[in-house]
Nanobody, 114 residues
Framework: QVQLVESGGGSVQPGGSLRLSCVAS????????MGWYRQAPGKQRELVAN??????NYADSVKGRFTISRDNAKNTVDLQMNSLKPEDTAVYYC?????????WGQGTQVTVSS
């Protein structure tokens, strides 16, 4: 059984920063890719950023503001979010693939509001 647990969500004013963290545990080999999706109310879940090996991929809407990083030894992936906007408000989900199966965390709420 593989588990992904997120932390670090919360409320912040526009222009602020938050850092999300995710740790994978259980019967896993190496998770690849590993990354973050988000889902806003009434919208489809969308990719925010992911990383596979040495490559990273970002949604156009977050390029230059968000940075994804991972520690393979610890099976963690973090998302540093700067210059947050109200449209970044969503539930953020950590995801990772191992042995051909995609796993998801329970989600963490990020709210950007003045």
């Amino acid at each position: 059984q593989v588990q992904l647990v997120e932390s670090g969500g919360g409320s912040v004013q526009p222009g602020g920063s938050l850092r999300l963290s995710c740790v994978a545990s259980g019967n896993l080999f190496v998770m690849n890719p590993m990354g973050w999706y988000r889902q806003a109310p009434g919208k489809q879940r969308e990719l925010v950023a992911n990383t596979r090996g040495d490559s990273t991929n970002y949604a156009d809407s977050v390029k230059g503001r968000f940075t994804i990083s991972r520690d393979n030894a610890k099976n963690t992936v973090d998302l540093q979010m700067n210059s947050l906007k109200p449209e970044d408000t969503a539930v953020y989900y950590c995801t990772g693939r191992t042995m051909g199966v995609d796993y998801w965390g329970q989600g963490t709420q990020v709210t950007v509001s003045s």
